[in-house]
């Protein structure tokens, strides 16, 4: 049987979709929506904060959407370890809620970016990770205004000590100017996961590359070893 | 200061309004969004308030769908 | 009600005609209002005729002409008159499509007004029940040296991402010209593509006397109420004036919800029309649909949501607040549309009912404030005949371009300024700012081919297939020769769509002209539409839909006359559209073979090395249409058949410009000989490199596949012009040699606009 | 008044300070961009600064970069 996976929708989402299509094309996964006012996840077994700009992103992105209803039930799902995935727009949220170490800025060029990139795994501690080779290359598409991963000088050390930095830009690729490269990052446990690359726009050939299934893949055989 | 014009859609104001409640701020009511710019200027409190005032007309605000306000805080130490 | 009598052409009070005039009415249609009415218009009557009867609303000047154009077609599932055109793709689905201008908004405020833009053509594709899945955008500025052009090109880059990303819609292609004539008055037009079931198609008809009216959406403000404002009962004080801005602000987040909330109430089947609110508001929604269903509306202001305290009735009625829906509803489904509503957090409240008597009547509360016949409003509007006259120096209206470059250039200096020159480099900074990719459809990105190739896949129904969309319109040329220059860009076009192996299905234009009352005016738009038509006869596209966007003039006068065309076509195998560029992976073993398809017959002419040598000069050659028809169909089917690893039109720059581009996109050299093309047309050196002209392709291919190609392309014109391979582009023509390494190509290709605009 | 903290790159106050020379303000240092944001709440003025800066803590800033300072601006009318 498939593992369940909500993808939680905020009013204002816009990559939703392309992460429903992305759990649903990785074998061993099956994505339902989860929509904002939900008070419970609906016996997912994992959670995707999708991309987009929730709540218009006004304010400050994801400032808005980490009060909604059913990210109570998030936070409560993550600190029992429970595996959450932030991709763009869910990063920021998760940042936003305290779930992730850092906060993104607005992109060092004031402009949105969209562009393929390329990224090393820097961590296999995490769910969504562990089934690549440390050091690995993933080529995966960026689009975000704000995604500049920044935290203070002590905050960072720890951060890079404790292993939590998972994914970062390739040398000279940082298409945002975040902080030592950073791409993405985990919680100290690894279950909480935030990148600023889709991911889940990197599942099909057709479409550009299927270095995303690297990820979705992992999360399918973690979930499939924790579940059995 | 740069604020929305008055009778200028404000969504970032309409978007903090209608999440407050939430946070059990219920009795919040028009709430603005606007720029706070920042700069020091060198010369006397007069001039320096017309000038920046310029640069809000020329640049700093968009006086189609902004207005402007500007505050002289005192020397720069 | 007014009881005095109407005399036409002396019974008018003085401050009733002013008032018309301040309008723009002119007293001969004022006159007419009043005999339609039977009596003077009130206030709020004359604020509605005034806007319906308004080139922008009634097509005053253009719809006896647009008449010229072809639009019928077995693929056709809803032409001209409703919101937006749509084709049959198969599979139960329609493509539905639109271009639209928001050009005078964004030459006053070009972030809001390209974002406002971008909201109000995806209005007109979801009102027709489809999905969204694509935006386009068509740009035209002044010279890139000004301020004032880098200014326009930033904020309105950035207002069409805005709006575009936030909305959660790809905009996933477009196309940018800098020429002079554009410097005050730039274009901003907009295209968007959307999927539907073919079955959920909705039309804008009101329908069904006692069904409700419904306003969806955003409050109502006093957004763009500015031109109207001479009505205002109390008299405007500095301070009221603000209150009227002439700006609208667009919110995206508005939209998205309205967007799931609409196409949601259109698959479980609860409305009987939809109708985007645009131009003119409610005024011009409200007659628009009781006119198409036959019918008459009342409607009651007081119900309509506002903004702002203290709107007068005539304000609400034509106030341009954006993000707002009008559907017709039976009164027993009624609940179920609120509580669609509600679910999606948009505002949905009954303000009106269809009636029988033909009128559209308005109400405050218990009050009636206006009653007008709904055909006065949109039938009745006097049209006008164009007068054209053709100029004795078409260009004389038009300041030279600034020469940049030598009469005496070297091939390989002209190469390099053409290449990074303004109209001929990468748009990559401006299309990195759009989310191309939302959506999961996105199989060609900006720049990995002539157009751009979205997977056909909607609602559950997954297809094999796939859109390809392209957006062209060269306002230079067709100065130079309106007739010609606009057959060249439906050509360009088309060209686009079978560089990916797509056949075009529909097309969607918008004409962007001067002031039509002008005679050179009239003549360019005239000839204009007659080159659209018979481009679409010769390549069977019928036109599905489209805009007029008029008195595009800057105190130095009039733009170039710039009709932009969009198509849309299909392609049968998604994997199967190859790039533009040349494929360096074969290199060693038997390097890819090059070649030039197409009865190709470049010319100085009307092209951008003549632009940049600051001499441009009247006419273009004339072509035949056939060849150049049966040509692109030759390239679509080797496409097809997977013959070919890239294709790629020569357009901007010609040929030189064309391989430079396979050359920098591809990181891969060719050597190239043109003697062939200089033999075949009797051309001089300079116009086999660097001339321009419709039916040129050049495509790259394993060789055994070039050679079987080459027979079947033979009668269309096929030339083998080199191969794919080596560090560097070289060409060689006559006795000049071209050499330019791939790096170089790609920093003069890559840097040529970020370089002009810090 | 919500400030990026000190030690953050502001892109903002950047591109604005390099914007500035280039209309004749050469002597105009220290750029900053922040947000405004203005609010009615009902309350006496001390509660009510004490309110508005639970709400930045919340959600109207990030206290990890952003800083923010409450005015009360009087009495609604
Ligand atoms: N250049 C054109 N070619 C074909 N159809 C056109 C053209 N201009 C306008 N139309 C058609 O006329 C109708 C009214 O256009 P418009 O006023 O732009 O519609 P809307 O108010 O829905 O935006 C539409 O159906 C449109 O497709
Ligand atoms: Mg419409």
Known sequence: MSARVGVVVFPGACDEEDALIAVNGTPGLEARYLPHGERDLKGADAVILPGGFSYGDYLRAGAIARFAPVMEAVIEFAREGGPVLGICNGFQVLCEAGLLPGALLVNESLKFVCRQVVVAVDSTATPFTSGCEPGEQLSVPVKHTTGRWFAPPKLADQVEAAGQVVLRYAADTNPNGSLRDVAGVANEDGNVFGLMPHAEHAVDELTGSTDGLRLFGSLARHLSAVTA | ?77 | MSEVAVNPGSGLPPGLLSQAEALGLKRSELDLICELLGREPNQLELAVFSLLWSEHCAYKHSKKLLRKLPTEGPRVLMGPGENAGAVDVGDGLAAVFKVESHNHPSAVEPFQGAATGVGGILRDVFAVGARPIAVLDSLRFGDPDTPRTRYLLERVVAGIAAYGNSVGVATVGGEIYFEPPYEQNCLVNAMCVGLARKDRLVRSAATGVGNLIVLLGARTGRDGIGGASVLASAELSEADHDKRPSVQIGDPLEENKLIECCLQLVDQELIAALQDLGAAGLASSTSEMASKGGVGLDLDVSKVPRREPGMEPFEVMISESQERMLCVVEPKRLDDVLSICARWETRATPIGTVTDNGRLRVFDGGEEVGDMPVPALVDECPLYDLEPAEPADRLRAFADPRAVLGHDSEPEESLRALLSSANVASRRWAFEQYDFLVGSRTVRRPEQADASVLRLMHAGIETERALAISIDGNGRRVACDPYIGTIEAVCECAANLSCVGAEPLGLTNCLNFGNPEKPHVAWQLTRAVEGMASACRALDVPVVGGNVSLYNEGPEGPIYPTPIVGMVGEVPDARRSPSSAFNGSREGSRPDLVALIGPFRPALAGSELEKLRGSVVPGLPPFDLRPVVEALAVVREAVRAGEVASAHDVSDGGLAACLAECVALGGVGAEIDLDPLVHRERIDLEAALFGEGPGGVVVSGPREALLALSNRAHRVGFLAIGTVRGPELRIAAGAATIALSVEEAGRLFHSGLPARLS
């Not at chain 2, 929305?4 to 999440?19: M, N, S, T, Y």
């Not at chain 2, 920046?52 to 769908?65: D, G, K, S, T, Y």
Request: glycine share 10%.
């Open chain 2, 1 to 77: 200061m740069i604020r929305p014009k008055e009778g200028i859609l404000d969504p970032q104001g309409q978007a903090v309004e209608r999440a407050l409640p939430a946070l059990g701020y219920d009795d919040v009511a028009h709430v603005h969004v606007g720029r706070l710019i920042e700069l020091e200027v060198g010369g006397d409190e007069r001039t320096v308030t017309a000038r920046v005032e310029e640069m809000c007309e020329r640049l700093l605000a968009n006086p189609l769908i902004e207005s402007y306000e500007v505050q002289a805080a005192g020397a720069a130490p």
